[in-house]
């Protein structure tokens, strides 16, 4: 019985042979669903790393958006408005707030 080998005559296979073939399938797949899974795991294990040296953090003249979070929706909506009026890129600066 040779498992590798490419059947000529598939009504000649015994139940045995089939099964066989079956589990070596099986394998290939769980192998193969092993080699995706460690290659996404070792590259999110270097994206955490990257992401841990590159934190980024709002300037001091900023600190509204690390207390306020009502600043950050209005200043999300204000640029939202201006791209949808004028078409153009928008970049926020700073935020400031205005007391009454």
């Given at each position: 019985?040779?498992?590798?080998?490419?059947?000529?005559?598939?009504?000649?296979?015994?139940?045995?042979?089939?099964?066989?073939?079956?589990?070596?399938?099986?394998?290939?797949?769980?192998?193969?669903?092993?080699?995706?899974?460690?290659?996404?795991?070792?590259?999110?294990?270097?994206?955490e790393?990257?992401?841990?040296?590159?934190?980024?953090?709002?300037?001091?003249?900023?600190?509204?958006?690390?207390?306020?979070?009502?600043?950050?929706?209005?200043?999300?909506?204000?640029?939202?408005?201006?791209?949808?009026?004028?078409?153009?890129?928008?970049?926020i600066?700073?935020?400031?707030r205005?007391?009454?």
């Amino acid at each position: 019985m040779n498992v590798l080998a490419v059947w000529s005559d598939w009504s000649s296979m015994t139940v045995v042979d089939a099964l066989l073939v079956a589990v070596i399938a099986i394998f290939i797949v769980f192998l193969v669903l092993a080699i995706i899974i460690f290659i996404t795991w070792s590259m999110q294990k270097g994206m955490e790393k990257f992401d841990a040296s590159t934190n980024i953090l709002p300037k001091e003249e900023n600190k509204i958006l690390s207390e306020d979070q009502n600043a950050v929706v209005a200043a999300l909506v204000a640029s939202m408005e201006f791209y949808r009026e004028t078409g153009k890129e928008v970049r926020i600066v700073s935020i400031k707030r205005i007391e009454d």
